[in-house]
Nanobody, 113 residues
């Protein structure tokens, strides 16, 4: 059974940092991605990473976010620095392209003073 479990979100002040974790289970996954959905907006891809650790980022997070993975543990991480209020969203991990029936609960990131 494919499952993605996200954790690590929270409330942080602008300029702060958070690291999100994703535990993936049920298969061996190729390219993975972190996605986010802000209230009233569509879900968007934030960052992607291949099994070989090639990465890509949305322009809005380049230079601030870093995606990484541990293939042995089936874990994917998103290190977020210099957080801005516009980064506030529910963050999800999934494959890229996503398995549409297997979205997890997500983890909430709120950036506010």
């Amino acid at each position: 059974q494919v499952q993605f479990v996200e954790s690590g979100g929270g409330l942080v002040q602008p300029g702060g940092s958070l690291t999100l974790s994703c535990a993936a289970s049920g298969s061996m996954f190729g390219t993975m991605g972190w996605y986010r959905q802000a209230p009233g907006k569509q879900r968007e891809l934030v960052a992607g990473i291949t099994r070989g650790a090639n990465t890509n980022y949305a322009d809005s997070v380049k230079g601030r976010f870093t995606i990484s993975r541990d293939n042995a543990k089936n874990m994917v991480y998103l290190q977020m620095t210099s957080l801005k209020p516009e980064d506030t969203a529910l963050y999800y991990c999934n494959t890229r392209p996503p398995l549409l029936n297997y979205w997890g609960q997500g983890t909430q990131v709120t950036v506010s003073s």
